[in-house]
């Protein structure tokens, strides 16, 4: 199975102030079709999870603009340009290339 | 509005049997992938299962092979999750996702205990 590294663990951030989350992969996320399927959601204390990203650079309808994916192959970031007291909350890297689908372990955003 | 409602879950004593429900609203879930994604407490997630729109294709983790299956009903607009020979580590919130994990729902808990 693709195992899914995130980090840090934990992300304490001043508001206002950039953060930036690192996913990798023990294997390449590109798929046979040429498409790199790796998503990230976020989950907000109490809450669902909500999909933020889908295939690695492209942002769910109503996500701030101030979240941003990148990356390939195997190595993946989520960045968040100025951080608001919202986004505290645990955030997943999953990738939905290969069978079966993996979650990264998450990373805890949190403000200082 | 698109939305998935999931229900049925519950306390039930290891090696029981629970039958988890997701009713679909705004969208025909024939037309869609789903999945079944689960959160053990304090814990991250973890992928359960998928059932492919044609319904043909079905994936389980390692971990509830055997034990669980996934179904649909596609006149009540709605996916299943039969989970048998249930163990404390089956204990968590389940999840009903639509399509590429789009749109999740407000979970079910189960709790596994003896």
């Known amino acids: 199975d693709v195992v899914m590294t995130q980090s840090p663990l934990s992300l304490p951030v001043t508001l206002g102030q950039p953060a930036s989350i690192s996913c990798r992969s023990s294997q390449s996320l590109v798929h046979s079709d040429g498409n790199t399927y790796l998503n990230w959601f976020q989950q907000r204390p109490g809450q669902s999870p909500r999909r933020l990203i889908y295939?690695?650079?492209n942002r769910d309808s109503g996500v701030p603009d101030r979240f941003s994916g990148s990356g390939s192959g195997t190595d993946f970031t989520l960045k968040i340009s100025r951080v608001e007291a919202e986004d505290v909350g645990v955030y997943y890297c999953?990738?939905?290339?290969?069978?079966?689908?993996?979650f990264g372990g998450g990373t805890k955003v949190e403000i200082k | 509005e698109v939305q998935v409602v999931e229900s049925g879950g519950g306390l039930v004593q290891t090696g029981g049997s629970l039958r988890l429900s997701c009713a679909a609203s705004?969208?025909?879930?024939?037309?869609?992938?789903m999945n079944w994604v689960r959160q053990a407490p304090g814990k991250g997630l973890e992928w359960v299962s998928y059932l492919s729109s044609s319904g043909t294709t079905i994936f389980y983790a390692d971990s509830v092979k055997g034990r669980f299956t996934i179904s649909r009903d596609n006149a009540k607009n709605s996916l299943y999750l039969q989970m048998n020979s249930l163990r404390a580590e089956d204990t968590a919130i389940y999840y009903c996702?639509?399509?590429?994990?789009?749109?999740w729902g407000q979970g079910t808990l189960v709790t596994v205990s003896s």
């Open positions: 295939k690695v650079s």
């Open positions: 999953m990738q939905a290339t290969h069978w079966p689908r993996v």
């Open positions: 996702t639509r399509g590429w994990m789009a749109t």
């Open positions: 705004g969208f025909t879930v024939s037309n869609y992938e």
